[in-house]
């Protein structure tokens, strides 16, 4: 599994090259990597369907307990084929849909990079492995959003979308450090065995709280929400494949994949099961006054993700069971949508749906793909939506307590979801055409397959749902339960309750949909400005922003001698409180036998620093501190370290001369330092003085146990053919660190010379 990761990113870097060699017919060649990889998990099906869970690890960080780690079993194939064949779909559309993009060589890039990374997030058996591929789904969905960057919408939804996934990215791993902290592992199958453990610690609570709020952020639960509506001014590909199908599932898989051993709780079950209804419901309401198609779209799909939620935390066999059919048949029917959403973009030159009808005529491959799509999302027999829709209602209604307000508050959002149907896959196609941007015509072939295929695929489940899922079910669900489901799924189950709450939904769709259509005005949602979780955001933003001002305007004001007052004393300050806390440990004896030498370097030491602080003239000045460093590297060289004593003179020598040529240039002192400020200085010196005193006398009192210094003792001479300790580490076992910093020295040296040939164009 790590080498498929390893070609796909491979792949995704050489994108642009074969585009612009096969610029023409790249999405037939870009469509082959999805394929491949879609096909490669495939072929694993069998040895999953008999329930084998393949296990595949290696080193990393080992020190660390860090490995590459991955796990295949029902839930990570199930979201790997979800994955590759959306990512088929989407990557075979990009070559026509992004045809006239200036850059679409690097879009390709992106993407690609983006769903090698959702596999490795899906089939990480680490967490901190799972954590690295989180982040780099999160900052490739930023340059995709961002994809049109000349655009500021585009440029603001990019930097939304990374600050609050990448909140409760660094929240997740607040989660993940903790969860260490109590198996001593960060491999998620060694938690199988430690759940009881985990649940039973007092560290329990904040595990929750920190795992389901990068979770929620990621897959856009209330009140992190916002931020996937505004995403939609990413190109329609990218909306497709990360806002319908994948990156905002991210969060539900790390939900079900520790539902088993983390879950089980009230804390997690009512948590994520209340937020779940919360964003189902609210969402939904949200699509209402909405009238472009992905923004519709966008809003039904945040609706569709409470719903998923909600069933992880009703957590019966039940809910697994829709939780399975519900993701499957959204990631078709949704990917689907998006795609015929971005073809009457590409072809009419408008998303508004007030400006869209009639269609069928000129565009009917479209018409009958959306048609299908569009039953499926309604949950419309025989599609597996309406599989989907009716295991749904049933699974709620085992509810004891919540099942009521649960069922009212599913049935009206799917309501909602009906009317986004109703607006996004018929009347675009029915009615009177009105004049459009563009004369629109039937898309091309690479912008029909793709949608056709995902729209057909939803028919053909909903007809043989045992043929397709019910095996791969049935293993899903155990990653999650850790027992079989034993249900059997099947389209037509009578005449019954459920039955009729479908009736009601599409009745009740059908007439929110007229209601839009007839009076706009009415049930238009506008919540107060405190009450919205973007004008929270953005208030945040706001704060942060005159917080750094504030802060640029304080610390960063020019003065050299105000850097070094903030930094020394913030140094003092952290420094201080440790030193305090491990005065007992200081055990140093003083000294005060001293010979000849180093009492005559003492004295010329203060008289010189005497002499630094009180000149009034930059030349004593500077002779007075060369004095200080000489004497210091004299001292070196009383104690036995002539290769410091040696450095210590070369870099005073150079000090010397470069303060001599600079300040000789400079006129004389015109205002000196006032009486506070020399006290304040003062001050400042003797807090640092006695900070490294004590630092010293800390470090000294005892000594560090280091195999390190063992190892570099005996292995300097006979690997590095030098008995300097020090030179040996730098030169030979250093060699790349010490080699970077005389690549960045000579790369400020080039840069310095630079500056230093340019001459004014006096022809100007």
């Known amino acids: ?67 590459f780690s991955f796990l295949l079993d029902g839930l990570s194939l199930t979201f790997s084929l979800i994955i590759t064949l959306i990512g088929a779909a989407v990557f075979l559309f990009a070559g026509a849909y992004m045809k006239a993009y200036a850059q679409t060589g690097r879009f390709y890039v992106y993407i690609g990079i983006f769903m090698t990374s959702m596999l490795g997030l899906v089939l990480s058996d680490n967490m901190l492995l799972m954590f690295v591929f989180w982040e780099l789904t999160s900052i490739s969905s930023f340059l995709l959003i961002g994809f049109n960057h000349h655009k500021e919408s585009s440029r603001k939804a990019a930097l939304q979308a990374l600050l609050v996934t990448g909140g409760g990215g660094l929240a997740l791993l607040s989660g993940i450090i903790l969860l260490y902290n ?48 505004n995403a939609m001014e990413a190109p329609t590909p990218v909306s497709a494949y990360l806002h319908s199908a994948t990156m905002v599932k991210a969060g539900i898989y790390l939900i079900a994949r520790m539902n088993h051993e983390i879950g089980g709780t009230p804390l997690w079950q009512d948590t994520i099961m209340i937020t779940g209804a919360v964003t189902m419901l609210f969402s939904a309401m949200l699509a209402f006054k909405q009238t472009d198609l992905k923004r519709l779209l966008a809003y039904s799909t945040l609706s569709v993700l409470g719903t998923l939620v909600m069933l992880l935390g009703i957590g019966s066999k039940l809910a697994i069971k829709a939780f399975f059919i519900y993701l499957i048949a959204h990631s078709l029917y949704k990917g689907a949508l998006f795609l015929i959403a971005g073809t009457l973009d590409h072809e009419t030159g408008t998303r508004d749906v007030r400006k ?53 508050g599913a049935v009206l959002a799917h309501a909602f979801v009906v009317m986004v149907t109703l607006f996004v896959g018929f009347k675009p196609f029915w009615g009177k055409m009105p004049v459009t941007p563009r004369p629109p015509h039937e898309a091309a072939l690479k912008m029909l397959i793709g949608p056709g ?74 919540l107060p400005a405190i009450a919205r979780p973007s004008v929270w955001y953005e208030m945040t933003i706001k704060g942060m922003l005159s917080f750094a001002r504030m802060e640029t305007r304080l610390v960063q004001n020019g003065y050299l001698r105000n850097y070094i007052i903030f930094f020394v004393v913030t140094t003092v300050f952290l420094v201080s409180f440790p030193l305090y806390r491990s005065a007992g440990q200081i055990t140093m004896v003083p000294d005060f036998s001293i010979t000849f030498y180093e009492g005559a370097l003492a004295f010329i030491i203060l008289v010189s620093t005497l002499l630094l602080v009180t000149s009034k003239s930059r030349l004593k000045s500077i002779v007075a501190l060369g004095v200080l460093g000489f004497s210091i590297g004299i001292i070196f060289v009383i104690y036995g370290a002539p290769d410091l004593g040696l450095t210590t003179f070369a870099i005073e020598t150079l000090n010397v001369v470069l303060f001599v040529l600079v300040l000789y240039k400079l006129p004389g002192f015109l205002k000196l330092s006032g009486s506070l400020n020399r006290v304040r200085d003062a001050v400042i010196a003797l807090c640092v003085g006695c900070t490294m005193t004590l630092t010293v006398l800390f470090a000294s009192s005892f000594e560090l146990s280091s195999a390190l210094k063992c190892f570099f003792a005996e292995a300097s001479f006979p690997d590095g053919k030098g008995r300097n300790v ?10 790349i660190d010490t080699l970077g910093e005389i690549t960045v020295l000579t790369v400020a040296a080039l840069g310095v010379f630079a500056l230093l040939k340019l001459r004014p164009d006096r022809r100007k």
């Open 356 to 408: 869209l009808g009639g269609l069928y005529r000129l565009m009917p491959v479209t018409t009958l793909t959306a048609v299908l799509a569009s039953f499926s999302m309604m949950g419309v027999i025989p599609l597996i939506g309406f599989i989907g829709k009716e295991t749904v209602y049933k699974s709620i209604l085992e509810v004891e307590y919540w099942g009521t307000f649960l069922i009212v």
């Open 726 to 735: 020090v030179n040996v580490i730098l030169v030979d076992f250093r060699a």
């Open 182 to 229: 109590v198996t001593g592992s960060f491999e998620i199958s060694s938690f199988y065995d430690k759940s009881e453990a985990i649940i039973a610690h007092e560290l329990y609570p904040a595990i929750v709280v920190l795992v389901l709020v990068g979770a929620f952020t990621k897959s856009a639960q209330f009140p992190f929400h916002f931020w996937l509506p």
């Open 453 to 526: 295929v995902l729209a057909v695929l939803g028919l053909l489940f909903g007809l043989f749902p045992n043929f397709f899922i019910a095996t791969m079910l049935e293993q899903s669900a155990q990653s999650i339960l850790s027992e079989t489901l034993s249900l059997k799924v099947s389209i037509w189950e009578g005449f019954n309750l459920v039955l009729l709450l479908s009736f009601v939904t599409l009745l009740l769709g059908a007439v929110l949909y007229l209601v839009r259509e007839k009076v706009p005005g009415v049930l238009q949602i506008s």
């Open 1 to 67: 599994m790590l080498i498929l990761l390893a070609i796909g990113y491979c792949a995704s870097a050489l994108a642009p090259l074969l585009y612009k060699r096969f610029r023409e017919n790249f999405g037939w060649i870009a469509v082959i990597f999805p394929l491949f990889m879609f096909f490669g998990f495939l072929a694993r099906y069998p040895q999953i369907a008999a329930g084998q869970v393949i296990r595949e690890s290696g080193p990393w960080l080992p020190s660390l307990g860090v490995n």
